[in-house]
């Protein structure tokens, strides 16, 4: 009876979950509840009922499974793709739709067409004009959306390392969290964003730059084209989306204007409070940094337009582990070995796979997965050689001629033998 009442939801059903509770307590009107999910006041009724009626399931798309009754058929799709090249290659997706209508009695949307092209490889996206950027509110809710970037600078001057402020301002209010790291990558990163998820909750959405830690700049594989992914994620969008956190790009530096002037004060103000107070290393610098992030917070934060925080708990059994870390996808060999960054593991358990998942943890431990479930290995000094490759070769023996050899006897020259030359040896 209890594997019946288990409700399986993904991350962002969670988060609509979380809202429509908010919602049933009292805490969020509809109106709000539907700008920070992105639908109508008339879904949010909706979903209000259901998750009353049904609990946590009435979250849950009634048509999650189920191919669309509106959907083509493939046949059409690969028709309509062979006609595209016999009759209208080079055509835009709008006149192709028109002479598929007009010549062909071929009806489809534009934008259908446009997709069955670019899955082709017969149309290309075009870079669109630079819009216009206009000032933008601040979002009402604490915890609705966070603004995340790293800051290089002389923090320590001449007493320390070089080090990286790893930085998280909350949108609505300005409330700051920040670390100190020799870099700026995705380890930090991702540690930065788990220390504050463990400490606030986590956020709906995380506002980013373009920096190659957070959207990767690679083309997508095979097996991302095929799971529907239009672009390769980088290690934080990955973990970004099993979290649930929508990530955003921002097209330049001013648009996340909350996380710059943060930065601007800290390197103002931050470097000589750390000059005063003789900070000379990174855990020094750590652990000023959380009191001095009180008194700013204290001074320069701003109470939220409205009521209610839209952090999420994190959940008690998931996974912080799997999700904070760096995936990589490596072949098992037939004698059951992987070999990850120069090293080799042996996997002990009997499993039959092509691939198993290397799990690089944050404070640089090995996990091998197979299916979401942990292998037992452990690591061999070198790779094991096969037998064949076992068999020593005989040793070479260099032969010495003897003393009489017709080669110590004579030396070669004008084609006549000359007088014997003995060589010792």
């Given at each position: ?18 809202v ?6 009292g805490?969020?009107?509809e ?8 639908v ?15 609990g ?13 009754n ?72 604490l ?24 930085g ?39 506002y ?56 601007g ?17 990174l ?16 001074r320069?934060?701003?109470a ?38 120069g ?21 640089g ?14 690591e ?25 050899h ?20």
């Amino acid at each position: 009876m209890a594997r019946e009442d288990m409700v399986v939801a993904s991350q962002e059903e969670l988060r609509r979950l979380h809202v429509i509770r908010k919602v049933i307590e009292g805490l969020m009107i509809e109106r709000e509840a539907g700008e920070v999910l992105g639908v109508s006041v008339r879904q949010i009724r909706r979903l209000v009922k259901r998750v009353k009626l049904e609990g946590s399931r009435g979250v849950i798309h009634r048509s999650r499974g189920r191919v669309s009754n509106r959907a083509y058929s493939e046949e059409l799709k690969v028709g309509v793709q062979e006609l595209y090249r016999e009759k209208y290659r080079g055509f835009g997706p709008t006149l192709a739709v028109e002479k598929l209508w007009k010549c062909d009695r071929v009806e489809l949307s534009r934008e259908t067409l446009r997709g069955w092209l670019i899955d082709s490889g017969d149309w290309r996206r075009h870079r669109k004009r630079k819009g216009y950027r206009a000032w933008r509110e601040r979002k009402g809710h604490l915890g609705e959306m966070v603004q995340m970037d790293g800051s290089h600078h002389d923090w320590l001057e001449d007493r320390g390392p070089e080090c990286v402020l790893m930085g998280i301002v909350d949108d609505a209010t300005g409330r700051p969290y920040g670390r100190f790291y020799g870099y700026e990558g995705t380890v930090p990163a991702l540690d930065s964003f788990r220390r504050y998820i463990e400490g606030h909750g986590i956020p709906q959405s995380v506002y980013l730059d373009k920096h190659t830690t957070y959207k990767s700049p690679g083309e997508p594989t095979v097996e991302e084209q095929l799971a529907g992914e239009g672009r390769r994620l980088s290690e934080f969008e990955r973990a970004m989306k099993e979290l649930g956190v929508e990530v955003i790009h921002a097209h330049s530096p001013q648009a996340k204007g909350r996380i710059e002037r943060f930065f601007g004060t800290m390197q103002d103000r931050l470097v000589k409070e750390m000059r005063l107070a003789g900070i000379k290393s990174l855990e020094e610098a750590n652990e000023f940094l959380e009191g001095f992030l009180i008194e700013y917070q204290e001074r320069f934060g701003v109470a939220p337009a409205r009521s209610g925080d839209l952090h999420r708990p994190v959940p008690k059994r998931l996974d912080l582990d799997g999700i904070f870390c760096l995936k990589t996808k490596r072949s098992l060999r037939n004698d059951f070995t992987v070999s990850h960054n120069g090293r080799v593991y042996q996997v002990e358990d009997r499993i039959r796979a092509n691939k198993v998942m290397v799990q690089e943890q944050l404070d640089g431990t090995i996990q091998l997965m197979h299916k979401g479930h942990p292998l037992a290995f452990k690591e061999l000094p070198r790779r094991p050689m096969p037998e064949r490759k076992l068999i020593q070769k005989k040793e070479k023996r260099i032969a010495i001629p003897p003393r009489d050899h017709a080669w110590r006897n004579f030396k070669y020259g004008r084609g006549k033998y000359e007088q014997p030359f003995i060589a010792s040896r």
